[in-house]
């Protein structure tokens, strides 16, 4: 079973910064893509930023230039890191992946619960 946990949400007011972090744990033989989505209330659920197996990352043009994404596979972790964050950034975020596990194989759209991001004008 493989599991994602969000962390690092919070209250913030713009212009300031936060990280995010997304846990992968459970049995993994590879991570094939990592992704960060947020869902503001009475919005649909928008991609924030990817980041493929090969390094390439991909942004909402939204959060181009404010938002980086990372990836720290020792820890299997995956990184938000959020600067000059605006009211519009206020959102639940959510962490997304896509894996190759053992006696399965490949394991697509795995979702974390989510962690609220809140930004203050």
């Known amino acids: 079973q493989v599991q994602l946990v969000e962390s690092g949400g919070g209250s913030v007011q713009a212009g300031e910064s936060l990280r995010l972090s997304c846990a992968v744990s459970g049995r993994i033989f590879r991570i094939n893509a990592m992704a960060w989505y947020r869902q503001a209330p009475g919005n649909q659920r928008e991609l924030v930023a990817s980041?493929?197996?090969?390094?390439?990352?991909n942004y909402a043009d939204s959060v181009k230039g404010r938002f980086t994404i990372s990836r720290d596979n020792a820890k299997n972790t995956v990184y938000l890191r959020m600067n000059s964050l605006k009211a519009e950034d206020t959102a639940v975020y959510y962490c997304?992946?896509?894996?190759?596990?053992?006696?399965?194989?490949?394991?697509?759209?795995?979702w974390g619960q989510g962690t609220q991001v809140t930004v203050s004008s």
């Open positions: 980041l493929h197996s090969s390094g390439i990352t």
């Open positions: 997304n992946g896509d894996f190759v596990v053992p006696g399965w194989g490949v394991l697509n759209d795995r």
